[in-house]
């Protein structure tokens, strides 16, 4: 299992890939086998081509990320971040309000990740 | 299944009768088959007895919770928050980092709840 700090290096990564847009390390993040549920309640995202397609996309959307608050462990192989994602949306910038949790294999992979935000978590629009 | 403003308002009244010490009121957001794992990691509590139980005892440590973000909805029947406990700890305040995830039943009642912290959360000891 990886330690708290292991995972949150990982979730620190996650955000500074974005914001340097760097999609190989974003990829690179995840298991193989990961799957994606982002937001929680659509059509998950299953596999590392799914993902590759689904994170090379988003990269070029994604104008900022930035953490809301500290990132939370647990006593297991998960950890949370709540945070704002600054991105263009018909053609105006908006901020959607999200809490992304992972949840993490041996190897410090990520193999699943939720991220939970609503319709009215987008703002600005 | 229950609105986004409807789940976040439970959410809010989650952080108000904390703070407000009311343990009925707390204990009547969840449902009567409910499980609770909080923190993430540590065994799991369940039923309205034992969550009447592990709340009334923890109004009596809680000193005051606050949102750290506003309260995120998903596009399903799940919500997260990020908060801060603050509570007695062996005779010192601390803070505990925390981010709640809950899912709600077509009531509108809490059937589950994870809270992620870990070790490393605890602030101020």
Redesign the interface.
């Known amino acids: 299992m990886p330690t708290?700090?292991e995972m949150k290096a990982v979730m620190q990564k996650y955000i500074d890939s974005f914001n340097n847009r760097n999609a190989d390390t974003l990829v690179s993040l995840f298991a193989d086998n990961a799957r994606i549920e982002d937001?929680?309640?659509?059509q998950p995202i299953e596999g590392k081509e799914a993902i590759t397609s689904f994170y090379q996309k988003g990269i070029t959307l994604v104008n900022k990320l930035e953490l809301?608050?500290?990132i939370?462990?647990?006593?297991?192989?998960?950890?949370?971040?709540?945070f704002i994602i600054n991105m263009d949306m018909d053609g105006k910038e908006v901020q959607i309000?999200?809490?992304d949790?992972m949840t993490f294999n041996d190897s410090g992979k990520v193999v699943d990740m939720k991220a939970?935000?609503?319709?009215?978590?987008i703002k600005g629009v």
Chains 1, 2 share one sequence.
């Open positions: 708290q700090a937001p929680v309640g659509s809301a608050a500290p939370r462990g647990s006593h297991s192989n998960s950890a949370a971040m709540a309000h999200c809490i949790v939970y935000w609503g319709p009215e978590d």
